[in-house]
């Protein structure tokens, strides 16, 4: 059993490193991975991620580099910007962005000046915390202003949108999230954009890879300007992307360089380049639609089992489960979870009365399970062992929580992992 590729230098130059690597590939392989924000990225991804391109440093873009020697490099980054245009239908990106809160920064330093108001979903609602929230720069830098979902619905409150668009007029309006499972209403944030005369951010972190397979609709035509990192349901490596229409091309491109970065990672450019020859390929459309059956069976499975599902279900890649019915928090149910080899994260709930890091909920993805190969007709199995291990937790009974790792690791051991050899 080892990493693919292997680590042959590795092992011989720093063998401690190395034994964490394999250490970490084993676990990746023994665990559903159920975390919405991961995936298993393809073996050629890997291999690009991990070429003599990390050698170079390349300042500024092709064409208009600060360093010689960039023949090669310039031809890397222009095959990425060529293939996020014809995947997105977009008229112009930048693959630089170091990750996905570098690069709405970068939309910030472009749009908006400090002290003046935005406008984005609060964090406990399913926002990220680059849309204004408090801790992050972006609350503390901008006048934020923040709007929710509806508790009876557990989804957008376009009502209240549009309410505070027109008391607060601001420069920017983020639409997307960390923990939203349902379809993004890009047209209704587009037509109150419209009225007060606000730029559209449409965040797709989370459902790049669905809009790229057509399993989500895609914010082109409403959003001028769309960010997204290039991992989660994309697939690629730990990257970003901001995609623009021809209008605010040049000041983006300003913002990323020379305004927050210097020289981009061009290992990461070219493994960008490979993900998305990859989501250009029909294999790439089934696994998209895929992901969403397998969310939709999971939910499903997950409310017949008595589980309060946000909003009551998903049309993505996304699931919010309230443990409060469960008389459990969703900090040690994770906790269990994860023992019993089904990594997740606990996460807070629209109107969540607990704390942050100790929170009501769950939140769980199907992108990477998809990616293994899992479909439809596993997912009531999935969630017989969420629910047994969620009782077990809060009965504290942890041989339970054994016997379940057992059962995953024995169901797994069918599925090939991308970058492993069991």
Do not use: C
């Not at 360093?67 to 090669?72: A, D, F, L, M, T």
């Not at 797709?204 to 300007?225: C, D, E, F, M, R």
């Amino acid at each position: 059993m080892s990493h693919q590729p292997a680590l042959t230098a590795l092992a011989a130059a720093d063998p401690e490193v190395a034994g964490l690597v394999e250490a970490e590939a084993q676990r990746q392989h023994d665990k559903i991975r159920l975390i919405a924000s991961e995936n298993y990225v393809s073996q050629a991804v890997l291999e690009a991620t991990g070429t003599v391109l990390t050698n170079k440093y390349s300042e500024g873009y092709a064409g208009r580099r600060y360093y010689e020697g960039q023949q090669v490099i310039d031809q890397v980054e222009n095959l990425a910007i060529e293939r996020a245009k014809a995947v997105f239908g977009v008229d112009h990106a930048n693959v630089q962005p170091y990750s996905g809160s570098p690069a709405n920064l970068a939309v910030y330093l472009a749009l908006a000046k400090p002290g003046e108001t935005i406008m984005g979903m609060a964090l406990p609602d399913g926002g990220h915390l680059t849309h204004g929230w408090t801790v992050s720069a972006t609350g503390k830098w901008f006048d934020a202003v923040r709007y929710g979902v509806r508790k009876e619905t557990g989804r957008v409150d376009f009502d209240q949108v549009r309410d505070l668009a027109r008391r607060h007029r601001p420069k920017l309006i983020f639409a997307g999230g960390t923990a939203i499972p349902r379809t993004i209403d890009f047209p209704a944030f587009a037509e109150i954009a419209s009225e007060v005369d606000a730029v559209l951010v449409a965040d797709i972190a989370h459902i790049a890879g669905l809009v790229a397979g057509g399993a989500h609709p895609s914010p082109v035509g409403h959003a001028p300007i769309i960010t997204t990192t290039t991992h989660k349901t994309l697939r690629g490596p730990r990257g970003a992307m901001i995609m623009t229409d021809a209008g605010h091309a040049k000041d983006i491109d300003k913002a990323v360089f020379p305004g927050l970065q210097g020289g981009p990672h061009n290992h990461t450019t070219a493994a960008i380049a490979v993900a998305l020859g990859e989501a250009a390929t029909p294999d790439f459309r089934d696994y998209a639609a895929t992901v969403v059956a397998n969310a939709k069976a999971l939910a499903d499975a997950l409310l017949e089992r008595g589980f309060d599902l946000v909003s009551g279900g998903t049309d993505n890649h996304l699931l919010l489960a309230d443990l409060t019915s469960k008389e459990i928090g969703g900090k040690p149910a994770a906790q269990a979870l994860d023992r019993a080899g089904i990594e997740l994260n606990y996460n807070t709930v629209p109107f969540d009365p607990r704390k942050p890091f100790d929170p009501s909920g769950i939140r769980i993805g199907t992108a990477a399970l998809t990616t293994r190969g899992l479909r439809p007709e596993h997912q009531p199995q999935i969630a017989a062992w969420i629910d047994r291990v969620v009782g077990a937790a809060a009965r504290g009974d942890e041989s339970v929580i054994e016997r379940v790792a057992a059962e995953v690791r024995e169901l797994l051991a069918g599925f090939p992992m991308p970058g492993y050899t069991a």
